[in-house]
């Protein structure tokens, strides 16, 4: 997998080429596709320490690199830190007109609905995915927005106990930058009905479903991760991201926990309010074809 590059689209006649301008599908054609922000806590020198994460960092990084993404890394951040390192990276985007994806990838110990700072302290999932929530950014306005938890989901406390553990955050909206335009497609008159919630154009794939463990190998990094790299890296060229994903799911299904964890199987989850379908189209840039116009 890591001798290998991302294989590019060369055919134009390529049967996923034939819905590019097509208004169901996601524009992702920019020289630079978006930003991909990883969070990795490794709890090192702990009793907690996830070896073998930063295996995961280096195959992400080299992935999305190769899928034109810029890759931002926060390394053992504290719960509150977590939060604020993506509302700085956030409003540090000067043109929302370069960003066609932001994808959103963290790693570390989990609990059920939460997941835990280098700090040991918890924090709601939903408070750091929410950063990237149109509401709170309005340059990412019907854009696709992927994330990855690469974290446990038992659950050991009750609710209650995690939320009086657990970080509070007051988030403020950020306004657009003078000069920033509006999304990547043309103003088109929209149908009155259609309802543009704050959370949609989410995708989030947790490594387990809930009150399950995930499983990470000290050598080559968590089932889930590997699975994602490898699968998009082949297949990302001519399969839609749910397919993909069909794909991730069974290959992690594959594998078996250590003799030390009861030789358990796991799959991974999806949970998608994405409103269209997503391609990553790799090695395709600019307008489409006109071959493919209407």
């Not at 890759?71 to 993506?86: D, S, W």
């Not at 790693?107 to 709170?136: C, Q, R, W």
């Not at 696709?144 to 106990?161: H, M």
């Not at 290959?251 to 030789?263: D, M, T």
């Amino acid at each position: 997998m890591e001798t290998h590059e991302v294989f590019k689209i060369k055919d134009i006649q390529s049967p996923l080429m034939h819905e590019y301008s097509k208004g169901d599908v996601y524009s992702l054609h920019g020289k630079s596709r978006g930003k991909v922000f990883i969070i990795n806590n490794t709890f090192k020198d702990t009793k907690l320490e996830r070896t073998g994460s930063d295996v995961d960092v280096k195959n992400l990084t080299d992935l999305f690199q190769q899928l034109q993404f810029e890759v931002v890394t926060g390394t053992n951040l504290p719960a509150e830190k977590m939060v604020r390192f993506l509302e700085e990276e956030r409003d540090n985007i000067t043109t929302w007109t370069d960003i066609d994806c932001v994808v959103l990838i963290l790693m570390s110990h989990g609990e059920g609905p939460y997941i835990y700072g280098n700090d040991e302290i918890p924090i709601k999932l939903t408070d750091i995915i929410e950063v990237f929530a149109s509401n709170y950014c309005d340059g990412l306005k019907d854009k696709p927005r992927l994330v990855f938890v690469q974290a446990c989901r038992t659950v050991k406390r009750t609710d209650e106990e995690l939320s009086k553990l657990s970080v509070k955050f007051k988030k403020q909206q950020i306004q657009p930058k003078t000069g920033d335009q509006r999304d990547s497609a043309p103003y088109q008159t929209e149908n009155l009905t259609e309802v543009k919630h704050p959370s949609a154009d989410f995708l989030v794939v947790y490594a387990t479903p809930e009150g399950t463990l995930s499983y990470r190998n000290v050598h080559t990094g968590s089932w889930f991760l590997c699975a994602v790299v490898w699968i998009f890296k082949y297949h990302a060229k001519h399969e839609e991201l749910q397919h993909l994903l069909i794909r991730v799911n069974r290959l992690v299904a594959k594998g078996k926990g250590s003799v030390e964890f009861g030789q358990k199987l796991t799959i991974s989850e999806v949970k998608s309010n994405l409103r269209k379908k997503f391609y990553f189209f790799p090695g395709v840039y600019g307008d489409p074809p006109k071959l493919f116009e209407k």
